[in-house]
């Protein structure tokens, strides 16, 4: 899988970030490549994050709290998959700083099922407590 990609699931359009194994550095520099993206198609996005086997850093939450008011308009829905059990709880931190929900999975399925689904309740997620 490319690590900043577009997939089509059940006819929507998906952006990808898979972050997986990757440095911090390397991190932010996807990070801002797809939030460049974003902007640059300025239309609604649904969007899929996979972190395994790395770590968030200050400066990588940095670049986050920056980017996300930069496209936060454009961000119809967003997952994450692969979080530890720390990164779990920046999740939460994150959710409640940005008044904005990303919802965590256990799996790609799910999460490709929650950010195609038409309803965008959180009863339909099943978001890490």
Known sequence: ME?????????KEISI???SGCKPDKMIEMFIKRKQLVQAENKPVLVLSI?????VT???MRQV???????ESLVEKNAIIGLSDTQKWI????????????????SYDQALEFLVADNKTES?????E
Do not use: T
Not at 51 to 55: G, H, L, P, V
């Open 51 to 55: 972190f395994k086997n790395n770590y």
């Open 65 to 71: 709290e920056k980017g996300v008011k930069e496209v």
């Open 17 to 19: 970030v898979d972050y």
């Open 3 to 11: 690590q900043v990609q577009k997939i089509y699931h059940k006819g």
């Open 58 to 60: 200050p400066e990588f």
């Open 124 to 128: 339909q997620s099943k978001a890490s």
């Open 91 to 106: 999740l939460k931190g994150m959710n409640l700083w940005y008044k904005r929900q990303v919802h965590h999975f256990d």
